[in-house]
């Protein structure tokens, strides 16, 4: 009888509604896990500055070999952050700032947490989307070290339980299997790391989720497809919960049957779906046989996950990973692409309005030496497989030629060290609108690969980083449907490829727009492979 009373409580509590930024669509229901605060505070001073500072190395030393066992377990993107944070360990930047406190009789604890905080505050300050994602990462650092001084243990999250939490670390986040379970972040970014690890692991996900403010042991269902979140659910909300869900289940199962199938309209008219991917061990959890190639390889990221630019070889590996998990497919690898929302320490400057600024290939041409690196490795890599050259952000046709151009030179430079390269075919995003408005000026370029995220930011005036103007950043505005009409009908005319790679291509709802604008291939997000099969399957074009 009291165990009865004790389940039946939640229930007649009020139920409490929120509604947040969807982060990594899906269900879940469970009890609301917060975590207990540690107190950072119980802390043992040492005695003596040199103790303190021997306790401080003993603790970072101690984060690191943890970071290390850690990335022994992971792969691809979790590895990436897992070695970003190691290489923020292991640069003594922080522990030298914390010496300084230290000297003015700061104890280690505090001395590293300013340190730490100080240069939070600055990343969480930043304009920067990216950056402001990035302060996960230190957060996680810092608590590491902290841990690590304290000899705390961190509280291991339940089976199925949905964490409720102002941010979470990536590896926090890479230490649950989150079976059955979501997560609920009240600060957090949909392009954050966490959200990506999220996605890729199919676990609900919602963030921004401000004024939810429920205790842990709370029922919650979780609709990370719409974004909302109610605690305490009645019978009513439990129903239409289950039903949205068996909807959202028949549709993934509706997609995953479709991922095997080519591309095609109801009519017959064959639609080549291709694969956008940012990191080559993205390759390791998409079968090639559902799809027609990769219509775009961002290789800008090849160069933002660790200190420095990476090398000729490093970059010849990952391209030609994805090569051979191509195999005869095309594998279009774009050159990199920074500037923008992207911004690579020491190569991107800061600029006021950088959207419009030094951005794409007008960045790869300004810095011809580190162009060169990029070039050598792809043409090295033309060997391997069946590679196509794409160059980001063309303007105007003088930067198609100087960067053909510098292709030719380096081409020459291998042929005289004796070293197997091929030129392969170079064509260009059409993504400024002077391309889509004049693609004739372009013939130069073996292919157009429609980028309709910044088209649609060029056309509309609107900056595709500003949410709360989405509503105007629609790639089905009649004026974006015109250029992408444009482009296709003149690239079938002249027997110029044209595909569009935008996010637009990945959402159901928009790709009948695209279809019938004369778009014949789409490069899709992975997640979206079999989904935008099946909506595909539901045009007619005749
Ligand atoms: C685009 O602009 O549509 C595109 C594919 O490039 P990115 O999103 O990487 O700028
Ligand atoms: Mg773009």
Not at 154 to 179: C, K, N, R, T, Y
Not at 263 to 269: A, E, F, K
Not at 270 to 293: C, K, L, R
Not at 494 to 513: E, F, K
């Amino acid at each position: 009888m009291k165990g009865m009373r004790m389940q039946r409580q939640p229930d007649m509590a009020a139920p409490v509604e929120a509604l947040g930024q969807i982060a990594s669509e899906g269900f879940a229901q469970g009890l609301i896990w917060t975590s207990a605060v540690s107190d950072k505070s119980n802390y043992v001073a040492k005695g003596s500055q040199d103790a303190e500072e021997k306790a401080l190395h003993a603790a970072i030393t101690q984060a690191s070999e943890h970071t290390v066992e850690m990335i022994s377990d992971a792969s691809g993107d979790a590895a990436d952050i897992l070695e970003f944070q190691l290489a923020m360990l292991e640069d003594d930047t922080f522990e030298v700032s914390s010496h300084e406190k230290m000297a003015t009789g700061a104890l280690a604890n505090t001395a590293w947490t300013t340190t730490l905080d100080d240069e939070i505050a600055g990343y969480l300050a930043s304009d920067d989307e990216y950056f402001r994602a990035r302060s996960t990462d230190l957060i996680d650092v810092k608590d590491r070290v902290l841990d690590a001084l304290l000899g705390v243990k961190a509280e291991a999250i339940p089976d199925g339980a949905i964490l409720l939490a102002d941010d979470l670390a990536p590896s926090a986040f890479l230490s649950h299997d989150w079976l059955g379970g979501g997560i609920i972040l009240k600060y957090g970014s949909a392009t954050g790391h966490v959200a990506m690890l999220a996605r890729q692991r199919g676990v609900p996900a919602v963030v921004g989720v401000k004024n939810f403010d429920v205790l842990r042991g709370t029922p919650v269902l979780l609709n990370a497809a719409t974004g909302q979140i109610v605690a305490n659910p009645d019978q009513a909300t439990r129903q239409a919960f289950e039903t949205a869900k068996e909807v959202f289940e028949t549709q993934q199962d509706l997609a995953k049957a479709f991922a095997v199938k080519p591309g095609q309209t109801r009519d017959g008219t064959p639609i080549a779906i291709m694969v956008n991917i940012a990191d080559p061990a993205e390759t390791e959890t998409i079968p090639i046989e559902h799809v027609d190639g990769v219509g775009l390889m961002r290789s800008e990221f090849l160069f933002g996950n660790s200190y420095g630019l990476p090398s000729e070889n490093l970059q010849l590996a990952a391209y030609a990973k994805v090569l051979k998990w191509a195999g005869d497919k095309p594998v279009t690898i774009r050159t990199i692409d920074a500037g923008g929302d992207k911004p690579i320490a020491g190569l991107t400057v800061e600029e006021d309005n950088p959207f419009l600024g030094l951005r794409g290939i007008r960045l790869s041409l300004a810095n011809p030496d580190i162009f060169a690196v990029q070039i050598r490795a792809l043409l090295r890599a033309a060997v391997l497989g069946n590679l196509k050259v794409m160059l980001p952000m063309v303007a105007v046709p003088d930067e198609l030629d100087s960067a053909i151009e510098l292709f030719e030179r380096e081409a020459e430079k291998l042929a005289e060290q004796g070293i197997a390269h091929a030129m392969p075919e170079i064509g260009i995003m059409v993504e400024v609108p002077s391309v889509a408005i004049t693609p004739e000026r372009f013939a130069r370029a073996a292919f157009f690969s429609i980028g309709s995220n910044d088209l649609t930011q060029y056309v509309l005036a609107v900056s595709r980083d500003n949410g709360s103007l989405s509503y105007l950043a629609r790639a089905d505005n009649p004026a974006v449907l015109q250029l992408i009409g444009n482009v296709a009908c003149y690239g079938r005319e002249h027997g110029q490829a044209v595909s569009l790679c935008g996010d637009a291509a990945s959402d159901p709802a928009l790709v009948g727009a695209l279809l019938g604008a004369g778009v014949e291939t789409l490069s899709v997000a992975a997640a979206r492979i079999g989904m935008i099969k099946a909506a595909i399957a539901e045009i007619d074009l005749a």
